[in-house]
């Protein structure tokens, strides 16, 4: 299996007069799961929406394989704090809108992950009556879709109860072995059993603490 690199090297943002990150450096590969921890307001954010290719860099480079990252070239899914799904219309359409803009409209493969986040019995309903943690599992199976090599979660555990939890964990387990996953979180006691990085934003800047399994 191909393996995927990631380098992120002195990457620099501002918002508004605040330099929030001041040169972030790290580097992941497939089959890595870093957690990026941070008090509020550290970047963590910025940093994801940056490598997202939602906010334009301020400087530093962001590599991917060795040449400069474009994100509509990678196969990337993100969760944000936002689901970024479509109210009305139902779940199952939810996917199938997605899918298409992925040059895919498999039947096949939306039910495999509305099954996989429990969603499968509510496939009619639509997006506006579903309870925030049902809206979270949504939009993993949306990041899902197409197969991504770069996952990108940003507190993807909120509003998530027990099962939710599970079936994200599950996922993480699945996914790494064939992807890079970068995840933003405070709550480290949910990845208990999974091999993890921990690298925290410090005053704008990167730094490795520790890894665990």
């Given at each position: 299996?191909?393996?995927?690199?990631l380098v992120v090297q002195e990457l620099k943002k501002k918002l508004g007069q605040k330099e929030v990150l001041k040169g972030v450096s790290f580097a992941?590969?497939?089959?890595?799961?870093?957690?990026?921890?941070?008090?509020?307001?550290?970047?963590?954010?910025?940093?994801?929406?940056?490598?997202?290719?939602?906010?334009?860099?301020?400087?530093?480079?962001?590599?991917?394989?060795g040449e400069d990252l474009e994100p509509s070239q990678v196969r990337l899914g993100?969760?944000?704090?936002?689901?970024?799904?479509?109210?009305?219309?139902?779940v199952q359409e939810n996917?199938?809108?997605?899918?298409?803009?992925?040059?895919?409209?498999?039947?096949?493969?939306?039910r495999e992950l509305l099954e996989r986040v429990g969603l499968w019995f509510y496939r009619f309903e639509p997006v506006s009556v579903l309870s925030r943690g049902?809206?979270?599992?949504?939009?993993?199976?949306?990041?899902?879709?197409?197969?991504?090599?770069?996952?990108?979660?940003?507190?993807?555990?909120?509003?998530?109860?027990?099962?939710?939890r599970e079936i994200l964990r599950g996922?993480?387990?699945?996914?790494?072995?064939?992807?890079?996953q970068l995840?933003?979180?405070?709550?480290?006691?949910?990845?208990a059993g999974l091999a993890f990085r921990e690298v925290r934003l410090e005053e704008g800047r990167a730094v490795e603490v520790r890894g665990d399994a």
């Open positions: 299996m191909a393996v995927d690199v992941a590969q497939t089959g890595d799961l870093v957690v990026i921890t941070g008090a509020n307001g550290a970047g963590k954010t910025t940093l994801f929406r940056v490598l997202a290719g939602l906010l334009p860099k301020g400087g530093g480079k962001i590599q991917w394989n993100l969760i944000s704090h936002q689901p970024m799904l479509y109210a009305d219309l139902s996917l199938q809108f997605f899918a298409r803009l992925y040059g895919t409209n498999s039947q096949e493969r939306i049902m809206q979270q599992r949504l939009a993993l199976a949306r990041a899902l879709l197409g197969n991504p090599s770069l996952l990108l979660y940003d507190e993807p555990f909120t509003s998530l109860d027990a099962e939710g996922v993480l387990k699945e996914y790494q072995s064939r992807t890079i995840l933003i979180t405070h709550e480290l006691q949910h990845l």
